[in-house]
């Protein structure tokens, strides 16, 4: 099944087969995912969705008994190498890649996500921001490109009004907009994800970024971290995240630090308020140092 046909099974609320499988490749199949899973969970009227860890999960429910779970299940792994045909319950699978043995006897379930384009980006927006002036709709493309899901939750903020282009200029302070490409979430998720190659590209010191801004943002971002990468059985409610959130965070910013150089960032981050305003640390140096501490460990 490809991705045109399931947006055409999704319109028509036609049935879908218990278990589908989403090949994403890249970092934006993710919004992708989840505005396919929603659209699904509101044509059957299911309100739960669980995140399980291993297939093996399912097997009070679906493997070996004839009771249905009213839940959908959301199983994300990097490759998957093995699949129950006899699964009952309605499992949604996330995985980058697939072994021939899983493609050759599901090739029907599977569904291939592509990249987004520019013009389904801008497509996206315009849509949902109805009568937004394109100079308005290029602003937010280009801040937001690499986070759709961040595009998503300001372009929320403008929903609330019947005059998008009056909301937009009332508002765009609180958007996080301004003349640079890169801003202070570029900063912090270079931070989160060790990326040196896009860190070098940030000029620091004419980004507009509020140093205890940044403390914090890396303070909850590394705290949610904490909360996914390292428990054994968590969920979004456990760690105070909506579904989409959790998985956003799981799937693209965990993984790039130990267990111990979690709680060591996680230490220092929260002893920097004190040092900076007790003039230990200078406020010219604070970001440099931030980078330094984190990303060199």
Known sequence: MDIQELKHKLENNNSLPNVLIFKCDSEDSNFIFHQYIDKYKENIGYNDIKYIESLSELTNTSLFSNSVSDSIYIYDIKKLDELYDNIKDIVWIKCKSLSKKVKDKFSDNIIEIPKLEIWQIKDFITTNLNGLDKEYIDILYNTYKKDIFRLQLEMQKLMLFDDVNYAYKLVNDQLYIDASEYNIFDLSNCILKRDIKTL???????LDIDTFGLIKILLDNFRYVIDIQLAVNTSPEYVGVTPKRF?????????????????HIYQFLLTLDGKIKSGYISSSIVIDYIICKIMLL
């Not at 070098?200 to 004419?206: A, Q, V």
């Not at 998985?247 to 709680?263: D, Q, T």
């Open 200 to 206: 070098k590209k940030l000029d620091t010191s004419i």
């Open 247 to 263: 998985w956003a965070i799981k799937n693209n910013s965990c993984g790039y630090y130990s267990k111990e150089e979690l709680v």
